[in-house]
């Protein structure tokens, strides 16, 4: 048996829980408070935004008769029945719901009343036009709708279009609300029409650069831009950007510094995946210089900065950056492998041999642990093998083989190392791929060369057993028509694919660490016409 005092407990429980939800159920709907307030507004500019709001959550949740009835408790309204934003937003109200029924197949529907519902749309949208008389904002607005209408007739939305931007551009040199451009802008990239999306982000940018817009807001919406992937227009917000931090006098230059060096980390190439713009960020680390000095680099940026430009293939330039690195930080930790770098520079790039010479017996007499010891030694024995000094190569060679007798699992130089060596004990000539090569670089007598030759590897940092990539570019030095027309001749350090075929790019895995220099040529049938390296790091795990 339940005692008295029980029922009475539960009884009361029962009543609050159900009071509660009784009380919750009845709390106003946010749409129901959106229509409050619009009726409550004193002025248009102020129910405006509301009525936006509005509109977008009665299309969330289809429910376009609802806002139609609620236009209609406005329509004998003083503040409503003579203005333009009421009609625009009935005009958009049913454009927006001939869209839902396309887009979701509602067939029957659209059939039966497609025709009133343009009828009715262009009633609405001609009322707004006649009463608003200015360029403003909402002209704008009413001019994309017209725009959106027409899109089915690709002629007249083409015509539409470019009027609109001639409209844009007219209202932007007085008018300052760009928000109704970024919307267009915003609206067009969503239909994935982005030739004109970007002919209005760029007005958009440019007037937004040349506002009093805070710092703090222009960064926040480049890196919104930056998010959305839309770099370009990061770009130049990110440009007007550094501007204002730079001509800013109260701030402390150390601290413009840092600004301007975390915005050149988001764009450089880090090797592990493409950068977003590498480019930029050098522009970014040119100004950091011209206006600050060395001073600010640290080594960090200093070595971002030079790999930076070695993705980019500025060879000259990260050369540059990579000796000011050692230069400037002489106990930088992987010091041995940027001399590695210098070295491959200077004899492939630079075709200085005794330059490389220099760099690469560096690695040798100082870092004997290095990740690049024995490449080193094996591009050391390469150059002496390539100028004929044959007993220096075999010795060179023949340390490599020496130092790994005793491993299980030989390092890919190994094999390398033993096929020059036995080259030479068989007076044979250098193996066919790698000899047009040395042929191409080694022998550089065109000033000009007609032909230019890249090769990226993607990625250019990764781990063990990871596919790696190799890619060409060609083009013509006068034309830069891309060609790809010549035989391709690969070898170096090939990892996995050791045979990879004539084509213009290759895939291939490493099993072990360390910097990995990959060779192609471009041979025509008289000649070696072009040849370049590339470089990959390939880390334990």
């Known amino acids: 048996?339940?005692?008295?005092?029980?029922?009475?407990?539960?009884?009361?429980?029962?009543?609050?829980?159900?009071?509660?939800?009784?009380?919750?159920?009845?709390?106003?709907?946010?749409?129901?408070?959106?229509?409050?307030?619009?009726?409550?507004?004193?002025?248009?500019?102020?129910?405006?935004?509301?009525?936006?709001?509005?509109?977008?959550?009665?299309?969330?949740?289809?429910?376009?008769?609802?806002?139609?009835?609620?236009?209609?408790?406005?329509?004998?309204?003083?503040?409503?029945?003579?203005?333009?934003?009421?009609?625009?937003?009935?005009?958009?109200?049913?454009?927006?719901?001939?869209?839902?029924?396309?887009?979701?197949?509602?067939?029957?529907?659209?059939?039966?009343?497609?025709?009133?519902?343009?009828?009715?749309?262009?009633?609405?949208?001609?009322?707004?036009?006649?009463?608003?008389?200015?360029?403003?904002?909402?002209?704008?607005?009413?001019?994309?709708?017209?725009?959106?209408?027409?899109?089915?007739?690709?002629?007249?939305?083409?015509?539409?279009?470019?009027?609109?931007?001639?409209?844009?551009?007219?209202?932007?040199?007085?008018?300052?609300?760009?928000?109704?451009?970024?919307?267009?802008?915003?609206?067009?990239?969503?239909?994935?029409?982005?030739?004109?999306?970007?002919?209005?982000?760029?007005?958009?940018?440019?007037?937004?650069?040349?506002?009093?817009?805070?710092?703090?807001?222009?960064?926040?919406?480049?890196?919104?831009?930056?998010?959305?992937?839309?770099?370009?227009?990061?770009?130049?917000?990110?440009?007007a950007y550094l501007e204002k931090i730079s001509s800013d006098t109260k701030q402390d230059k150390g601290i413009i510094a840092k600004k301007m060096f975390d915005i050149a980390t988001e764009f450089i190439h880090p090797g592990w995946q493409e950068g977003i713009d590498p480019f930029f960020a050098e522009n970014v680390y040119k100004e950091i210089e011209s206006s600050y000095g060395l001073e600010d680099f640290d080594e960090i940026n200093q070595y971002r900065r030079a790999y930076n430009l070695e993705r980019i293939k500025e060879f000259e330039s990260s050369y540059s950056e990579y000796r000011k690195l050692i230069d400037l930080f002489p106990n930088y930790q992987d010091k041995d492998r940027i001399y590695f770098r210098l070295g491959i520079f200077s004899a492939y790039i630079f075709d200085n041999i005794d330059q490389a010479r220099v760099y690469f017996l560096k690695v040798v007499n100082e870092f004997p642990q290095s990740v690049d010891y024995l490449n080193s030694i094996y591009h050391l024995g390469l150059l002496d093998h390539w100028q004929g000094n044959l007993e220096k190569a075999k010795e060179f060679y023949n340390t490599i083989l020496e130092k790994t007798k005793d491993l299980k699992d030989k390092p890919d130089i190994v094999p390398l190392a033993e096929t020059r060596l036995k080259e030479i004990t068989e007076a044979k000539e250098i193996e066919y791929n790698l000899r047009m090569f040395l042929e191409a670089v080694l022998n550089q007598k065109e000033e000009k060369p007609y032909l230019r030759l890249a090769l990226f590897a993607r990625h250019a940092k990764d781990y063990l057993d990871k596919n790696v990539l190799f890619e060409t570019i060609s083009y013509f030095t006068d034309t830069a028509c891309l060609q790809q027309e010549f035989t391709y001749l690969w070898s170096g350090q090939l990892g996995t694919n050791q045979n990879p075929l004539n084509d213009y790019k290759f895939e291939t895995k490493y099993k072990d660490p360390g910097t990995k220099v990959v060779n192609v040529v471009l041979v025509a049938p008289s000649s070696a016409i072009s040849g370049t390296i590339e470089m990959a790091n390939i880390y334990n795990e």
Do not use: H
């Open 1 to 239: 048996m339940i005692s008295l005092r029980n029922k009475i407990i539960a009884l009361v429980f029962i009543f609050f829980v159900t009071g509660n939800f009784c009380l919750a159920q009845q709390e106003p709907s946010r749409t129901d408070l959106l229509k409050q307030e619009i009726k409550k507004a004193k002025t248009i500019e102020n129910a405006e935004p509301l009525l936006a709001e509005l509109l977008n959550i009665c299309t969330k949740d289809n429910k376009f008769t609802d806002f139609f009835d609620f236009l209609k408790t406005l329509e004998k309204n003083k503040l409503f029945k003579r203005s333009p934003v009421f009609y625009y937003y009935r005009a958009l109200a049913i454009f927006r719901q001939i869209q839902f029924l396309e887009e979701n197949k509602v067939w029957q529907e659209l059939f039966d009343n497609k025709e009133v519902y343009l009828a009715d749309l262009g009633r609405a949208l001609d009322k707004a036009q006649k009463l608003n008389t200015t360029l403003n904002p909402l002209a704008l607005r009413l001019e994309f709708l017209q725009c959106r209408i027409n899109q089915d007739d690709e002629k007249a939305w083409i015509v539409s279009l470019e009027n609109l931007f001639r409209s844009a551009r007219e209202y932007l040199k007085t008018g300052s609300d760009t928000q109704v451009i970024r919307d267009i802008a915003d609206e067009l990239y969503r239909e994935k029409k982005v030739s004109y999306a970007r002919k209005f982000y760029s007005i958009y940018v440019s007037k937004i650069s040349q506002s009093d817009i805070s710092q703090d807001e222009l960064k926040k919406l480049a890196e919104e831009f930056l998010k959305e992937n839309k770099t370009d227009l990061a770009v130049s917000l990110y440009g």
